[in-house]
């Protein structure tokens, strides 16, 4: 298998996964999160989060165009202290729009793999706007299939804390 592969397989397997825990959710739940004390997401904000925690900066790593707000100095501790608190962030109000915007992310991320070539993948210098350290595309792209990944396990403790009948299969069934 060669890194073009893996990542198609990765992100497949993510996104379809996401979709089916999005899809146990109800319209009700999307204002629901763990605690009003610190800084949590709304569910409907971290579908939000969900919808471009991928593909978004997978396309950046490969085009150049990072639809970030002002990133150069993102690994610098001054920007990270104006990041908005979790009330300020941006929602879906719709199950339907969070499915919409997931699979558009997926479709970004499988075109942008799709671009490169295994060279590119297992040699370019490809530095993150928020890590300046040096790292193979391939790495970094697998990175932002972890990134995601992170937050679909957040996604699936909310279903648990919700009391949703989840259980540790639905991270990973097919």
Request: hydrophobic share 40%.
């Amino acid at each position: 298998m060669n890194f073009k592969e893996l990542l198609q397989q990765q992100i497949n397997e993510s996104y379809n996964v996401a979709e089916r825990l999005i899809k146990l959710l109800k319209e009700e739940d999307l204002a629901w999160k763990p605690s009003e004390t610190n800084n949590w997401m709304t569910t409907g904000q971290l579908l939000f989060h969900l919808g471009q925690a991928c593909g978004l900066p997978i396309k950046g790593f490969v085009t150049g165009e990072w639809a970030m707000p002002a990133h150069s100095d993102m690994h610098d501790k001054k920007t990270e202290a104006k990041l908005p608190p979790a009330e300020k962030l941006k929602t879906v109000t719709t199950l339907d729009e969070a499915l919409t915007q997931l699979a558009a992310d997926k479709k970004s991320a499988l075109d942008s793999v799709n671009l490169c070539s295994e060279e590119d993948l297992a040699s370019k210098d490809a530095p993150a706007p928020w890590d300046p350290r040096p790292a193979a595309l391939g790495i970094r792209l697998l990175q932002m299939v972890d990134h995601f990944n992170q937050h679909k396990a957040q996604l699936f403790y909310y279903l648990k804390l919700q009391g949703k009948p989840v259980n540790t299969m639905h991270l990973y069934r097919k």
